[in-house]
């Protein structure tokens, strides 16, 4: 079975290294560079998954529902905890 806080804690690290921070001070990244980045790539089998695990414990936060490549590139996620 996948170990989902470990994903997620993956997912944070991931966040910080390809973000920036916003306005608030909070790191942000855009969905589409997540999902383009080669070494995210080969961490998570299932990114989108993750991100809605990460989001349901209100580790992250993002637009919408469901992230697809392509249409929401342009989303940013954003990191709510350090």
Do not use: P, W
């Not at 170990?3 to 997620?8: A, L, S």
């Amino acid at each position: 079975t996948m170990n989902v806080e470990h994903e997620i804690s993956l997912l944070v690290e991931e966040i910080r290294r390809l973000g920036t921070k916003n306005a608030d001070g909070q790191v942000s990244v855009k969905f589409g560079v997540l999902f383009a980045d080669e070494k995210c790539a080969n961490l998570f089998e299932a990114l989108v998954g993750t991100l809605k695990a990460a989001k349901r414990r209100k580790i992250i936060t993002y637009q919408g529902e469901l992230l697809l490549q392509g249409v929401h590139d342009n989303v940013d996620i954003v990191l709510l905890q350090d």
